[in-house]
């Protein structure tokens, strides 16, 4: 079973539409952290923010906001006002303590969003 | 500036030969890693080193093989072995522990002749 399910494969928005990425997890660690991560068309992939499962507080970045919401393992980034710019694939990430002492990220398989003008 | 390099960006490999794809950072980071990504699919990741002289196979490490001499450097070796090694390959690193954020350098595009 995946761990981090992004169900939209693709959104395509117009420009000044708000476009919400869902983002469904799954882990039985009370301590974890979640992360979203854009990649543009150049493929490098940019950091957009981290959360850790006890700070349930709605975050807002410019025209980036956040949901994380413990009850529904769900972590959803909304875009207000879309621009063309923000065309990419967006990717969420659930990173674990692991049983080994060591720590990687799961990644889901991305969302792309296409905004055109 | 502090970040991280990929070389070559694009890569060309023929069949039955081994290709190394290059990754340095200069942010200090003690823990790298591989990921490999395939059109349409979220990251996998192939190894990841936590610390010199010391890594971890991942989820699909069969057909690669890696080196921590130093710890700037995480190179990936892309063998004969790996039967479909068309990919995109990203490199990262952070600092060590779960909490931590993993930085991504440009990415190397692997295709076969």
């Known amino acids: 079973a995946q761990k981090v399910t992004q169900a939209q494969t693709e959104i395509s928005v117009v420009e000044k539409e708000d476009v919400t990425l869902d983002c469904v997890y799954e882990?039985?660690?009370?301590?974890?952290?979640l992360f979203w991560y854009k990649q543009p068309p150049s493929g490098e992939l940019v950091f957009l923010i981290r959360r850790n499962s006890f700070d349930e507080q709605n975050e807002i970045s410019g025209r980036y906001s956040w949901n994380f919401q413990k009850s529904t393992s769900s972590f959803n980034f909304t875009i207000t006002a879309s621009q063309v710019v923000d065309s990419a694939v967006y990717f969420c990430?659930?990173?674990?303590?692991?049983?080994?002492?060591?720590?990687?990220?799961?990644f889901g398989k991305g969302t792309m969003l296409l905004v055109s003008p | 500036d502090g970040g991280i390099t990929q070389s070559p960006k694009y890569l060309f490999r023929k069949e039955g030969q081994n290709v190394t794809l290059s990754c340095e950072q200069n942010?200090?980071?003690?823990?790298m890693y591989w990921y490999r990504q395939d059109p349409g699919q979220g990251l996998r990741l192939i190894y990841y080193?936590?610390?010199?002289?010391?890594?971890q196979k991942g989820d699909i490490a069969e057909g690669y093989s890696v080196s921590r001499e130093k710890k700037e450097s995480f190179p990936l070796t892309v063998t004969s072995a790996q039967k479909n090694p068309t990919a995109f390959y990203l490199c990262a690193s952070s600092r060590v522990g779960f909490r931590e954020t993993q930085y991504f350098g440009p990415g190397t595009r692997l295709l076969v002749l």
């Open positions: 990430a659930l990173s674990e303590a692991g049983d080994s002492g060591y720590s990687t990220l799961t």
């Open positions: 942010l200090n980071h003690d823990a």
């Open positions: 080193s936590q610390i010199v002289n010391d890594f």
């Open positions: 882990t039985r660690d009370t301590t974890y952290y």
